[in-house]
């Protein structure tokens, strides 16, 4: 007869408080709470299935596998019999699994101390067939030159972290029709360096249920990550059409107010989008459909580029200086930018510097005086808006000939030279509308607005960011709701 074990939010800490800070941070170790685990376990959908291959890469102390184990217990599978393979690395977390996973009656247990990545990649992965996957996978980046990403090559993964590594991994040795369930990252969601890894997995599977915590820092609080996480299911598959994806939303981890909405893929990964960018429609029903019927314009299109802003503090600490003095040019940080027009430059309280050495060495860093729009790179989902613009007005800056961009800050420009005002302005006010807030947050799981976010938005025509910076430069103060109503009309080209 099978015992049922299920491993507690209690007995995590019991088990994870001895662990050193510094070996939690070399094996990655963000033990998954019981609550998050028994989640895990019932998104996957009812099986008849007379065997269960079941692998856990990653599995820690086995919180995962025991709420699966714990759930076909219950009568939520109905599987003969249940074989789990288990990879983990650090052998001191070993006794616990092996205590856990040993604790079952009737179950086949594979408990591997070894590291997945460099296992999987030594065997033919293609004959290793699961029917489910269960993930917490490690999150530390690999190194471009380590035997990790060698490995991974060779087998055709071209990913830069572990978590990215270890689903792409069990995807392969997913068998058809396998489910994999993992709580992972959503950097992957967008940016150039994981636009392989999202190929991969969207060649190779199709997204059953997506679900986002509003809360960055309430999922793993005992290890106080701040990462955005998601909980995905996959299905292994040959050319099935993805047709809808499940969304599902919760502040926490406790999903006492979780919310849920079927979404149809279009909304998810746009048929055009050569990024394959995977956005996470909001459960209230608002969507990218909200944007203004006239954005539909690349940066390209309208004649303006966006780049970080050249400036490296760190690297050009010589050529700083506290305050502007003889023979030195405005150095713009964001600490210098309030609203869209408001600019506190210098700023005798800020810890930072307000001017940068104009000669040989820095011109190349340095743009021409004139209007820009500038966009903070920093910005994470607790924020009121994540994409924040402002105006850099070239007559704060009178008598300057250059200016300097920290690159903490992204710069809309005409190859390296300021836009028109209007245009300056009409930028500014767009990329502030609470329409293009959502939809931002549909597809950003950083804490950063990057160059690639800003080029993946479509834009009103150069003629109509110019006619909505007239109306700005007119109006003066603008409150929020008035420039989502402004940018919300049709406008005629």
């Known amino acids: 007869m099978l015992r049922r074990l299920y491993v507690t939010n209690k007995m995590r800490r019991e088990v994870t408080q001895p662990i ?34 079941l692998l856990d890469a990653g599995a820690g102390f086995g919180a995962l596998s025991c709420a699966f184990l714990d759930r076909w217990i219950n ?32 179950v086949s247990t594979d408990i591997r101390l070894e590291d997945y990545i460099e296992s999987a ?12 996957v269960i993930l917490n996978p490690p999150y530390k980046k690999i190194s471009s030159n380590s035997s990790q990403r060698a490995a991974l090559r ?30 992972i990252p959503r950097s992957f ?31 793993f609080e005992d290890d106080k990550v701040l990462q955005e996480n998601i909980v995905i299911r996959l299905e292994r598959c040959e050319q099935k059409k993805q047709e809808k994806v499940l969304i599902s939303n919760s502040l926490d981890g406790n999903l006492t107010d979780m919310v849920t909405r079927e979404c149809p893929v279009e909304q998810i990964i746009f048929p055009d989008d050569i990024e394959q960018f995977i956005r996470i429609p909001s459960v209230k ?137 209007e245009l300056a302005y009409g930028l500014a006010i767009f990329l502030n509308t609470t329409a293009i807030d959502r939809h931002f947050r549909e597809f950003n799981g950083h804490t950063q607005v990057n160059v690639t976010d800003l080029k993946a938005i479509n834009y009103p025509s150069r003629k109509i960011l110019m006619q909505i910076g007239a109306w700005a430069i007119e109006k003066g103060t603008l409150t929020q709701e008035q420039i989502d109503t402004k940018v919300g009309f049709k406008f005629h080209e």
């Open 285 to 421: 029903g608002e969507s990218i459909t909200e944007l203004p019927e006239a954005a539909r314009y690349s940066l390209t299109d309208i004649g303006i580029r966006v780049s970080t802003g050249p400036v490296v503090d760190f690297r050009l600490k010589e050529q700083l200086c506290a305050m502007p003095e003889t023979g030195t040019v405005p150095l713009i940080y964001p600490s210098h930018l309030g609203n869209i027009s408001e600019i506190r430059w210098p700023n005798h309280r800020a810890r930072k510097p307000n001017a940068i050495i104009l000669n040989n060495d820095t011109r190349k860093w340095l743009y021409p005086n004139g209007f820009y729009c500038a966009v903070r790179r920093f910005s994470p989902k607790e924020e009121k808006r994540r994409i924040i613009a402002s105006v850099i007005n070239p007559e704060i800056f009178a008598g300057y000939p250059m200016l300097g961009f920290e690159n903490h800050l992204n710069i809309f420009h005409a190859d390296k030279c300021g836009l028109p005002r």
């Open 121 to 132: 990649t030594n065997k033919n992965i293609k004959l290793q067939k699961y029917t489910h």
């Open 20 to 53: 050193a800070p510094d070996r939690k941070l070399k094996f990655s170790q963000f033990m998954t709470p019981g609550n998050i685990a028994s989640f895990m376990a019932s998104l996957f959908p009812p099986s008849v299935l007379p065997k269960c291959c």
């Open 75 to 106: 009568g939520g599978f109905q599987f003969n019999s249940v074989a789990i393979t288990a990879y983990e690395i650090d052998r001191e977390i070993g006794h616990y699994l092996k205590q856990h996973l040993y604790a079952y009656d009737n």
């Open 189 to 219: 969601c967008n940016g150039p360096y994981y636009r392989p890894f999202r190929k991969f997995i969207l060649d190779r599977t199709v997204i059953r249920h997506i679900h986002l915590f509003e809360s960055r820092d309430k999922i």
């Open 154 to 183: 060779r087998v055709g993964i071209e990913v830069v972290n572990l978590y990215s590594a270890f689903v792409a991994l069990a995807v392969t040795e997913t068998a058809l029709n396998g489910q994999i369930v993992a709580i």
